[in-house]
C-alpha cells in the first residue's frame, strides 16, 4: 500500500551544528561530557556540522578550551557570577535564548542531575522534543506514512534508548529543531584530550528575567566518593538474603556467597573483557550484617530506593524479588536468577531460572565458566 | 495550602506491554500506579499535614484504568489524596512528556482556578456589601464543596468559628473578614507540586520540570523546579521550601519561593509534622475528602488542540528493535530446548517448525518431544546453555 503513496521529502532548514552542554566540576569537565563530546562528533561528521560545546558558569577561563581538546570545534560560554551555581530557571533563560538565536541543529546533554533537570525545561521553553537516557546516536532518515504521502524527514537523529526490557526504541524528533537528548554514560569513549587542537571561543552575554533568581543556595555539601560503579557495568552480580542459608536450612556464612560472588566477576571480567558489579537487595544492606561489613554498602543497593539499573546480564542471587527491586532491574537485557524459593517473586521476570542452592549452583557455574 | 500529587499509571508488568506504532494501549493493559509516585505522595502528604490545606492528584490516562487505582492514593496509612482529577480524552493519547506536560499545567491550573474562584466570589460579595446571610449560605456552600477551609467557614465539633460565620453572627467586621479571605487566597498562589523522580516506564524523568515549565507559562510567573529532592521543609505561612538534592557529586541544600515543583528521591523518608503545627493546619484544612475522582476531557481544560496527544509531540518512537527477542522463560534442568535449527516437518499428519537453535520446545505433543530427544534434536536446558546463551550475547554486546 505505502508503495502507492507519494513521498514527501521533507528537510528542516536553517539549523546547524551539533551542541554539548558542558557539565564541569571542580575547574574540569566531567567524564561523562567528555564522552557526549566523543557522541556529538559522530554524528556531526555524518552530517557535516560542527560541534560546538557550551559551558556556563563563573571563572570558567580555565576551561574554555577543554571542549575543543577532547573533540569539540568551537566553544559558546556564559561566565556570570549569578550562574556561579546551577540553578533550573537562570539557566534555561540563558540556554534557551542561545538556541531561540543561534539555532543548533542538535543539543546533547549528559544524562545526570543537571541533564535531567535543564534539558526538559530548555525543550519545552523552545517547544522541541527531548530524548532522555540515550545509549546511541544514529543519524538516518525518518519515515512516516500518512495517508497523504509518505513523508521522509531527511538526516535526523536516531536517539536510540532502552525500551521495555528486551528492545530499544529509537526516538525522533523530525519535525522540530534542535533535536535534544539526554546521552547516559559509559555509552562513548571520550575522545583523547590533545591541546593541539584550536577553535573559537566565543562569549555569549547573558540576559535574565527578573523571576529567574527564586532560589538561594544556603549549603553545598561534597558526596563521599564511591567506586561501585553499578550503572556502567555490563554485568551485575547481586546477592539477597537467601545467601544466609543453603537449601537444607543451614546457616552459611554470608562472606562465603561473597567471594564465590566475587570470583564469578573474575571469571566473567577475564573470560569476557567485560565490566562487572557486585549489587545487592536493600533487604540484604540493611540487615547490616557484621560479616559483610564494607563489603556490601549501600552504594551496591539496587531497587527502587537504590540505583536503577539495566546491564546486559543480571544475575540474582538469593534474591526473592520484591516489586521495590524488581523495578530497580527489570529492563535487564538478561536477568538469570538462582533462588531455593520456585515460588520467589523474581521468576516471574527472570528470562533464566535455577530453582536451586545458590551454594550447589555459582561453584559449578564457576568451573564451567572457568573452562571456556 | 493546596499540595498537587503529579501521578502516572503506569503497565504493571513491562514484560507484557502492548503498542501500536510505538504508542502505548494503556487501556488494554493491566495498570498501577508508578511504584515511585509513593514516595512523592509520602512527601506530599507530609507538606499538607505541616500546613493543612489538601492534597489534590492529578494524572492524565485513560480514566476507566485510571480511576480504580486512584483507591490506592486516597487509603494510604498516611492521610491520602483528598481529591482527584484524571485528564482523559482519546485526543490525548500517544502524548511525549512535551504534550503531556501541556495538558497536566492545564489540570492543575483548572483546579487552582477552581479554588481561588470560590475565595474571589466571597471576596467579591462581601466588598460589593452583600447581605451577610448571603454570605454564610454561600460560604457554607463552597465548604461543602471542599472549596474553602476551616478558617473561613467549618462545622467541625470544637474548631474555632469560622471568619464567615462570625461576620454573618455579628462577631467580626468586614474588614476582618475580607483580611481571612484574602489571607486564604495568598495562601492559594503559595501551592506545591509533588512528583515522583520518574516513571517505570518512560523512565524519563523530565515530565516534572516540564510541567512547571508549562504552568509557568500558563500563570506568567516562572515556577522553579527542584529535581532529586531528598528531604525538605515546606511553609505556607512565609511562602518558602528548603530542600536537599543531590546533583552532580553534591548534596545542595537550597531555599527557594512558593509556588514551586519538586521530584522526590526514592530515598526520602517522611517525618512528622510538630504538635506545634497543629492549630494552623486545622484552621488551613478543608471538610473532607472528595471520594468522587473529576474526569476532565480536553475540552474541559481548554487544551488546543494542536498541543496535546500524538499531534502535540515533538519527538514520535520509531519502530522498537528486538535486541534479545521476547523474554522466553528457560529453567534449568527442566525447560526442554532444540540443539540445533530445525526445519518444518510433517508429523502425525501435523506440520511444526521451523525451529531456531536453543529454542524453547512450546506445545509439542509429548510423544513428538521423545523423538525429537531421542534423535538428539532437543536436550534439557542445562548449565552450559545457560552459559553460552547468557554470556554468549554479552560478548557479542561488548564487541558492538
Known sequence: MSSQLQSIEVRVEGYRDVWVYCEHEEGKLTRATTEVIAGARKVAEKVGMKVVGVLMGYNLDDLLMEPIYYGADKVIYCDDQRLKDYQVLPYTTVLSEMILELKPWALLFVTSEIGKDLGPRVAYRTKTGLAADVIDLIVEDFVMNLPTGRYIYKDCIAQVRPDFATRIAKIFTPKHRPQISSVRPGNFTPLPRDERRSGDVVRWEPRFNDDDFQVEILETRKLPKSDVMLEEANVVISLGLGILRDASGRPRDPREAYRMAEELKRVVEEKFGVKVEIGSSRALIYAQLKELEGLITKDRQVGQTGKTIAPDVYIALGISGALQHRVGMQRSKKIVAVNIDPGAPIFQIAHYCVVGDLYDVLPRLIDELRSI | ?400
Not at chain 2, 97 to 117: E, F, H, I, P, Q
Not at chain 2, 141 to 160: Q, S, V
Open chain 2, 1 to 400: 495550602m493546596i499540595v498537587l500529587l503529579l501521578t502516572k499509571a503506569v503497565p504493571a508488568r513491562t514484560t507484557r506491554v502492548i503498542t501500536v506504532g510505538g504508542v502505548l494501549r494503556r487501556e488494554e493493559m493491566d495498570l498501577v500506579i508508578n511504584p515511585l509516585d509513593f514516595k512523592a505522595l509520602q512527601a506530599a502528604d507530609y507538606a499538607k499535614r505541616f500546613n493543612g490545606g489538601k492534597l489534590v492528584a492529578v494524572s492524565m490516562g485513560p480514566d476507566f484504568k485510571v480511576k480504580p487505582l486512584f483507591n490506592d492514593l486516597y487509603l494510604q496509612p498516611i492521610e491520602g489524596i483528598d481529591e482527584g482529577y484524571i485528564l482523559s480524552d482519546r485526543r490525548m493519547a500517544g502524548a511525549d512528556t512535551w504534550a503531556t506536560a501541556y495538558a497536566l499545567a492545564l489540570g492543575v491550573k483548572k483546579v487552582l482556578d477552581v479554588n481561588r474562584g470560590a475565595v474571589d466570589e466571597l471576596i467579591s460579595m462581601v466588598e460589593s456589601g452583600e447581605l451577610p446571610e448571603r454570605v454564610l449560605q454561600r460560604a457554607r456552600e463552597l465548604y461543602e464543596l471542599n472549596l474553602i477551609p476551616n478558617l473561613l467557614y467549618t462545622d467541625k465539633p470544637g474548631a474555632p468559628e469560622g471568619a464567615v460565620q462570625r461576620y454573618a453572627g455579628g462577631r467580626s467586621s468586614r474588614e476582618e473578614v475580607v483580611e481571612a479571605l484574602k489571607r486564604v487566597r495568598v495562601e492559594l498562589e503559595r501551592f506545591l507540586i509533588v512528583a515522583g523522580l520518574k516513571t517505570s516506564d518512560g523512565e524519563t524523568g523530565s515530565t516534572g520540570p516540564q510541567t512547571a515549565e508549562a504552568l509557568s507559562d500558563l500563570l506568567g510567573r516562572r515556577i522553579p523546579d527542584i529535581t532529586h529532592v531528598s528531604w525538605f521543609e515546606v511553609d505556607a505561612e512565609t511562602g518558602t521550601l528548603i530542600a536537599e538534592r543531590k546533583t552532580g557529586s553534591y548534596y545542595q541544600k537550597i531555599r527557594c519561593s512558593l509556588p514551586c515543583l519538586i521530584t522526590i528521591l526514592p530515598d526520602y523518608r517522611p517525618e512528622v509534622p510538630p504538635v506545634s503545627r497543629r492549630k494552623r493546619a486545622r484552621a488551613f484544612s478543608y471538610r473532607s475528602k472528595s471520594r468522587e475522582v473529576v474526569v476532565w476531557n480536553a475540552d474541559a481544560i481548554e487544551a488546543d488542540p494542536s498541543l496535546i496527544g500524538l499531534a502535540g509531540s515533538p519527538t514520535i518512537v520509531g519502530p522498537g528493535i528486538d535486541i534479545g527477542g521476547v523474554p522466553v522463560q528457560k529453567f534449568l534442568g527442566t525447560t526442554k530446548v532444540f540443539t540445533s535449527k530445525v526445519e518444518k516437518f510433517d508429523f502425525n499428519g501435523k506440520t511444526y517448525g521451523p525451529f531456531e537453535r536453543f529454542q524453547k520446545v512450546e506445545g509439542l505433543p509429548e510423544e513428538l518431544i521423545r523423538e525429537l530427544e531421542s534423535k538428539g534434536l532437543v536436550k534439557t536446558f542445562d548449565l552450559k546453555d545457560l552459559i553460552s546463551e547468557v554470556f554468549g550475547g554479552v560478548l557479542a554486546a561488548a564487541k558492538h
